[in-house]
């Protein structure tokens, strides 16, 4: 089929109101395909500088070198045909500098040209250094300089933003990400929050800045935090190939806080995504991460066969013995929530109920509470939230005044939002 000039024009309107992604991808190709057969220098210009943009943010940074550099040489030969493009020529610079750190292939040497370039364009055209010492501070990271780093950090917070500089959102998402690489969770959970607080006018945040929060406010003990801004983040991310590197925080993130199988999950809903990884950089972040999930889902295993062997001894000597009928329940107890975390719902179930069928033999009203706990949290991952809720509300109904009810109101919080929105179920998991 063939295409007018001013339909082709259309069609590249039309790229740049899809998502980044392979449809998008696929209609700019387009457009460049056919202005170069007809001929159309400023069409090939426009539709190659939507396609920087379309592979960096589409998951293909590698095809964005050569767009850029093609776009980046006909501005050199002839500045003023392109001048409205100046500005996001500019910006494009950044995204460069960013995507050759995560490609081996590219030396140090070409992204400190790159940056050096930037840095003249910049200086040349009035703008601010703010950026600039922005992504020299990124490289810096990125080879382990720390002390070129912290430089090239306070002269990026010194120097004055301008139309150059990234957005404020991801600007102090950014700065976050630094402090909290220095150990400064505190400083890091404030500047990320200040963020969280105002507008977020991007496509990058707030689930940027949440992501880079989590382990911050684990540290911190806050718990409830760390855990929505891993359901917010990756609720946003989870579909997205160019945020692989950011699914492997997740999964590491929920491997680390004894959720092994909702890290094995993710695993194995990504994995294949390892063939169409953005680049080797982010590859080597899912599989290293994908890796820790492996093995300490392997250790919840091994703990859930000393469980067994150890409920199979007490089973022999339980007979009328009140205390031993107590180590029993809290065993049950303790294996629920290994089995959970090593993905062996039916037998967690088992294991929970027995538990709360134990507890109502003694007067001990917190730990059946703590049992229907670990119950509802069992039956939210079976996808059965009708009957978590009915579970959480066994809990509050015995326990004990003065008890922390945060975290069985949170529980009960999740189970209606599930039954309000089933086909958003996986959601609240």
């Known amino acids: 089929m063939s295409y007018s000039e001013a339909e082709l024009w259309q069609l590249l309107h039309q790229a740049t109101h ?17 202005a170069d057969a007809l001929g159309l220098p400023e069409l090939s210009f426009a539709a190659r500088m939507r396609g920087t943009e379309a592979y960096y943010f589409g998951g293909e940074p590698v095809r964005a070198f050569p767009t850029f550099a ?14 409205e493009h100046e500005r996001t020529l500019l910006w494009h610079f950044k995204h460069m500098v960013s995507a050759m750190t995560e490609f081996p292939e590219i030396s140090l040497e070409r992204t400190y040209a790159v940056l050096d370039d930037m840095q003249r364009r910049w200086t040349e055209t009035g703008h601010s250094l703010q950026a600039v010492y922005a992504y020299r501070h990124e490289v810096a990271v990125h ?13 990026w917070c010194a120097a004055p933003r301008d139309d150059l500089s990234d957005c404020a959102a991801c600007d102090t998402a950014s700065k976050a990400d630094w402090l909290v690489l220095c150990g400064q969770d505190e400083e890091a959970v404030a500047v990320g929050e200040s963020v969280l607080s105002g507008q977020v006018d991007c496509t990058a945040q707030p689930q940027g800045v949440l992501t880079t929060l989590m382990f911050p406010y684990l540290r911190t003990g806050r718990l409830d935090q760390a855990r929505d801004a891993h359901r917010r983040a990756y609720r946003r991310q989870r579909s997205h190939l160019a945020d692989l590197a950011a699914i492997a925080h997740h999964i590491e993130f929920c491997a680390r806080t004894g959720n092994e199988a ?25 599989a290293a991460v994908a890796a820790l999930a492996l093995r300490r889902a392997a250790r919840a295993a091994e703990a859930v066969t000393a469980l067994d062997a150890a409920d199979r001894v007490a089973a022999r000597v339980t007979g009328d013995d009140p205390d031993a009928r107590w ?7 303790s294996a629920a929530r290994v089995l959970r975390a090593a993905g062996r719902l039916a037998d967690a179930e088992q294991r929970a109920e027995r538990a709360v069928r134990a507890s109502t033999t003694f007067d001990h009203p917190e730990f059946t509470a703590q049992a229907y706990h670990v119950l509802s949290a069992i039956l939210l991952d079976l996808d059965r939230p009708a009957e978590a809720e009915a579970a959480i509300q066994q809990a509050l109904a015995v326990l004990p005044d003065g008890a922390a009810r945060e975290p069985y109101l949170e529980v009960l919080e999740i189970a209606r939002q599930a039954q309000s929105r089933p086909d958003q179920a996986e959601e609240t998991r």
């Open 262 to 286: 909702r890290a094995v999950e993710m695993v194995e809903r990504h994995l294949g995504w390892l063939d169409l990884a953005p680049s080797p950089w982010d590859a080597m972040v899912f």
């Open 327 to 333: 180590e029993l329940a809290s065993l049950d107890l």
């Open 143 to 155: 080879i382990g300089d720390l002390a070129a780093a912290q430089e090239y950090y306070l002269q």
């Open 70 to 83: 093609w776009c980046l040489a006909e501005y050199d030969r002839d500045p003023q045909r392109y001048a």
């Open 18 to 34: 899809l998502p980044y992604g392979p449809g998008q991808i696929a209609l700019v190709e387009q457009v460049i395909t056919r």
